[in-house]
């Protein structure tokens, strides 16, 4: 009855299962065809599609990516992503800020990052956080796809070890979830902000992790993310902390906006969404809107800077 | 699905270097299979780890030999994870 379902009756408030998000995805595109529309951008090492939704009003235009799910557990991620879409295509047209920016710059949104995964922690083990790839001369499954990106690729902060969540994989961009957004952002080439969103320690960063040089944009991303928190807890008081990667949190290298960052794209933030200290991975899904609609406010100033400031 | 039933996650919070270094070490431990919600990255932040009913008193006795200070996050996973997916049944219904 969800597939069936359009995307005003959808159930925001709950967790939904990969057919669920891809239906919910068929149908966005299907209300709104004038604004929203599907990419393939690849497929899963179990061949499932990597889905890549694109608001859009004209051609050729800079674009704005945005990716949850990357590690599968993170399920409240999933959830914000498709509530940002629908809040996407309901705003254009009524908000003067989302109207502007997508009268000017393309939204790219992949909801589910990590299909594989996402789909074992629904079916087999939900603390599953890596991709599903087997790797040669090992019993353990999978690659931490954070950490398999050309960025300081194999360095601190990463696993060799294929029975760690933090292993990195065999080479950089070895898994086709990581290869497909490489290959995307490359051949696009006007990708101006790129935002991949975790949970759950309440943070926004932004390069580096895998070295403790600060990038030449430091000071600029630094006051960003400060207004961005500032709006976030501007709607129910969630504290979030910022800063570059390796300075707040850890050294973590082949993550994905040093990557991208050293791709050209400025304006590249990884969030860290809800929540510290009560549930973790496992985030009741009463706090599911709450949550997507804090990170929004966020997500639309980070989308507002990069609009008004294209390079 | 796996089942996590008696699984507990506890929040550390280490007070100097060496009480970082000693929760560090516990990701070496692999027989003790602590899964790190969140790593040992700095002192005053806290580390989440999941821990293994089998294995919880072993951790526990560990980290309170060393004096270093935690409190349980999550009593039980599995008891959430079922309360997840009963509303996740509900809202199909």
Redesign the interface.
């Known amino acids: ?2 597939n069936a379902r359009s995307t005003d009756s959808f ?1 925001y ?3 939904h299962t990969f057919d669920e998000i891809n239906a919910f995805i068929d149908n966005l595109v299907n209300e709104n065809p004038n604004l929203v529309s599907k990419i393939q951008i690849g497929s899963s090492y179990e061949g499932r599609p990597l889905n890549v939704l694109k608001f859009s009003t004209g051609p050729n235009r800079p674009a704005f990516w945005i990716d949850t799910g990357i590690h599968s557990r993170e399920w409240v991620t999933q959830a914000s992503g498709i509530w940002f879409a629908k809040k996407i295509a309901t705003d254009y047209g009524k908000d003067a800020s989302l109207t502007n920016t997508l009268n000017n710059i393309d939204i790219l949104l992949e909801i589910v990052t990590n299909p594989d995964g996402y789909v074992y922690t629904h ?5 599953w956080r890596k991709t599903r790839s087997p790797n040669s001369g090992s019993l353990c499954v999978g690659t931490d796809p954070n950490r398999n990106w050309d960025a300081g690729f194999g360095g601190p902060g990463s696993s060799s070890n294929p ?3 933090t292993y990195r994989g065999r080479a950089a961009h070895s898994e086709p979830e990581v290869k497909a957004i490489v290959d995307f952002v490359k051949s696009h080439g006007n990708i101006k902000g790129f935002v991949s969103i975790h949970s ?2 309440q943070m926004l960063l932004f390069p580096y992790g895998y070295t403790t040089a600060r990038t030449p944009d430091h000071n600029e991303l630094n006051t960003v993310s400060r207004n961005a928190v500032n709006a976030l807890a501007s709607l129910y008081g969630t504290s979030y902390t910022y800063g570059s990667i390796i300075a707040t ?2 050294q973590a290298s082949g993550g994905t906006i040093d990557w991208t960052y050293n791709q050209g794209i400025k304006y590249s933030y990884s969030f860290e969404l809800r929540d ?7 985030l ?2 009463n706090q599911i809107i709450p949550t997507a609609e804090e990170t929004w406010l966020a997500l639309t100033k980070l989308i507002e800077h990069t609009r008004d400031n294209l390079y | 699905m796996e089942n996590y039933s008696g699984q507990q996650v506890l929040r550390i919070f280490p007070t100097d270097e060496d009480q970082v270094n000693l929760v560090r070490a516990l990701e070496d431990l692999e027989h003790l299979q602590i899964d790190f919600w969140t790593s040992p990255t700095k002192v005053l932040l806290p580390i989440d780890i999941r821990v293994s009913f089998r294995n919880l008193q072993s951790v526990k006795v560990y980290l309170e030999s060393n004096n270093i200070q935690y409190s349980i996050m999550i009593h039980d996973v599995q008891s959430l994870l079922d309360e997840e997916q009963n509303e996740m049944r509900r809202n199909r219904a």
Do not use: H, L, Q
């Open positions: 009855t969800e159930n408030a709950t967790y079916k087999s083990d939900r603390m029975c760690t969540e759950y320690s949190i850890y510290t200290g009560r549930y973790g991975f496992a009741p899904a």
